[in-house]
């Protein structure tokens, strides 16, 4: 046989074509279609934990934000004042009213307008008809994540399973509390980062301090979660001698929900997560959380996020910036995945159904 039969036999499963990662305009349909319609993970309920409490984010060009209701109910909506665009808060904090600072309407923390300087005097002006605009807000397990779509499923009816999963792995992951976050702008697509994060193949390669110290390599599964669109990580902890801690207990897991949020289980029920935001075609930026009992971090904590920042986290960031790179190569040719069905460490899999499911939502282009 030929070469080139070879090379079209396995042809079947290539990675995605470099425009997937560079074009603008696909960029600006992902964003649609993709972000602004599935479940995103915002930010952990403990960073709104009372009344009044509230927080701010930025997904792209949309402001949001997470408040705590008097009645203890989480609401968020696109920060933006009704009036004439303004944004209503900025970082985070504790308030009663949501003032803006522009003409100082205020709005109640369930997003209902209280008051508008002057509009007494306004013929008609009905303050009962405005309000904020809502976003869908989900509390899973501690976790809050928005959904920009109103018409969006249920989380539960979208990640159908994942719950269980998740309590089996770490019974008392509702008990967690938001301990420490760092994040970083990585210089390339976002799917870069999330293909990066998803597969495995890299890893005794890329980053020997998380295969040795964390998981054990001959038992690290990667495969997706039923017929839904969650990447399911699961591993031992490592029996190596270069453990970061004392990792008996619980094995290592993580659930990557499409298509920008993990929740992550280091062996022993460390709980951390990586959400990412897209911030252009060739820029997202990477949240990395890590989340304690009493929110406090613990010298075995401290020692598992120096250990994650200078060596994965920092391995990561040099890998997807140098990919983004190849991806604008006018020699770049995407290569046949290297796809073991048993998921196995040194699988592609997980890269495949991240093209399946990027290509059902914005087709074959
Ligand atoms: S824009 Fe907010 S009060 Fe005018
Ligand atoms: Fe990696």
């Not at 009645?71 to 909506?77: I, K, P």
């Not at 976790?143 to 779509?149: E, G, H, M, R, T």
């Not at 207990?249 to 460390?270: E, H, R």
């Not at 790179?325 to 796809?339: A, D, E, F, I, N």
Request: proline fraction near 5%; glycine fraction near 6%; charged fraction near 25%.
């Amino acid at each position: 046989m030929r070469n080139h039969d070879l090379v079209e036999r396995s042809a079947t499963l290539r990675g995605l074509d470099a425009r997937y990662f560079t074009d603008r305009e696909l960029f600006a349909r992902i964003l649609d279609e993709v972000f602004y319609r599935n479940w995103l993970l915002a930010c952990h309920a403990s960073q709104v934990a009372a009344p009044g409490d509230f927080l701010t984010l930025t997904l792209y060009d949309q402001d949001i934000l997470i408040a705590r209701g008097e009645d203890g109910a989480l609401n968020a909506f696109y920060n933006v004042c009704q009036h004439r665009g303004h944004p209503l808060a900025r970082g985070s904090g504790h308030r009663k009213l949501l003032v803006c600072p522009y003409h100082r309407w205020s709005y109640a923390l369930d997003g209902s307008l209280k008051a508008a300087p002057n509009s007494q005097n306004v013929p008609g002006f009905d303050k009962a008809s405005i309000c904020l605009t809502p976003v869908r807000v989900e509390d899973f397990l501690g976790f809050v994540f928005i959904n920009l779509d109103p018409g969006a499923r249920p989380i539960d009816d979208v990640y159908p399973g994942v719950r269980e999963a998740m309590l089996e792995l770490c019974p008392d992951v509702t008990t967690r509390k938001y301990a420490h976050h760092h994040e970083a702008d990585e210089g390339c697509n976002w799917l870069t980062a999330v293909e990066n994060y998803n597969e495995c193949y890299h890893c005794k390669a890329c980053h020997a301090s998380f295969a040795r110290g964390i998981i054990d390599p001959d038992s690290y599964r990667v495969n997706p979660f039923g017929d839904i669109k969650v990447l399911h990580h699961s591993s031992h902890a490592t029996r190596s001698a270069d453990a970061w801690y004392d990792v008996s207990g619980a094995d290592y897991g993580s659930f990557f929900l499409w298509p920008a949020s993990a929740i992550q289980f280091y062996p022993g029920g460390v709980v951390n997560s990586y959400h990412w935001r897209p911030l252009a075609v060739d820029d997202v930026r990477v949240y990395r959380t890590f989340y304690s009992n009493d929110g406090s971090v613990d010298e075995t904590l401290q020692k598992v996020i120096d250990n994650d920042r200078a060596t994965t986290f920092r391995e990561d960031l040099d890998l997807v910036k140098n990919v983004q790179r190849g991806l604008k190569s006018r020699g770049y040719r995407p290569g046949p995945l290297v796809v073991d069905p048993a998921g196995s460490i040194d699988s592609e899999l997980p890269i495949q159904k991240l093209h399946e499911w990027l290509r059902e939502a914005v087709g074959q282009t």
